[in-house]
T-cell receptor
Framework: AQSVSQHNHHVILSEAASLELGCNYS??????LFWYVQYPGQHLQLLLK??????LVKGIKGFEAEFIKSKFSFNLRKPSVQWSDTAEYFC??????????????FGTGTKLQVIP | EPEVTQTPSHQVTQMGQEVILRCVPI?????FYWYRQILGQKVEFLVS????????KSEIFDDQFSVERPDGSNFTLKIRSTKLEDSAMYFC???????????FGPGTRLTVL
């Protein structure tokens, strides 16, 4: 069965520090990968996605992620975090198969707290 | 920019009562989903709906749950007899085509007392 795991449950950083959040998935076939962000009191928003092509994808707000197929990983990075990045980050996966009957499988989430 | 909307934003109900959560998808979207997030836990898939029928459902989606598109616009999730453990944030998501990303609504916080 497919699954997504996120290594860090809670990360605390100072402003301007660099960020890397780990994400690994388990599935033998073709996958689409996503990072979602959930700011306090708000709904899930898409940060970035990987469908195919360049494995280094850039998203909104200066975030990027790199798909490394050999490691089944899709880590999220940002060179310099801001206080406004405080949120919960979810890695997610869609398994591609015919019929469009797809569901998103989410990781457990990483709470990021940025200290001013 | 079009977005998915959900009502109500917060629903409080007594155990055993029926609740209906409503979602208005983005216009022309064809695939519909419900997810839930119990406080402190990850977002879990409940059900997907396409062409007026359930296409996939999780083990969470038991006989107490049902979905429908009664008027071709709203997409509803009904919980027939709520339990304490149904307390969660329920997210609706929709997408246009098979390969598109899903767009999530803001969620409905369900509290079962």
């Amino acid at each position: 069965a497919q699954s997504v795991s996120q290594h860090n449950h809670h990360v605390i950083l100072s402003e301007a520090a660099s960020l890397e959040l780990g994400c690994n998935y388990s599935y033998g076939g073709t996958v689409n990968l996503f990072w979602y962000v959930q700011y306090p009191g708000q709904h899930l928003q898409l940060l970035l996605k990987y469908f195919s092509g360049d494995p280094l994808v850039k998203g909104i707000k200066g975030f990027e992620a790199e798909f490394i197929k050999s490691k089944f990983s899709f880590n999220l990075r940002k060179p310099s975090v801001q206080w406004s990045d405080t949120a919960e980050y979810f890695c997610a996966m869609i398994v591609r198969h015919s019929g469009g009957y797809q569901k998103v499988t989410f990781g457990t989430g990483t709470k990021l707290q940025v200290i001013p | 920019e079009p977005e998915v909307t959900q009502t109500p934003s917060h629903q409080v109900t007594q155990m055993g009562q029926e609740v209906i959560l409503r979602c208005v998808p983005i216009s022309n979207h064809l695939y519909f989903y419900w997810y839930r997030q119990i406080l402190g836990q990850k977002v879990e898939f409940l059900v997907s709906f396409y062409n007026n029928e359930i296409s996939e459902k999780s083990e969470i989606f038991d006989d107490q749950f049902s979905v429908e598109r009664p008027d071709g616009s709203n997409f509803t999730l009904k919980i027939r007899s709520t339990k304490l453990e149904d307390s969660a944030m329920y997210f609706c998501a929709t997408k246009l085509l098979a390969d598109n990303e899903q767009f999530f609504g803001p969620g409905t916080r369900l509290t079962v007392l």
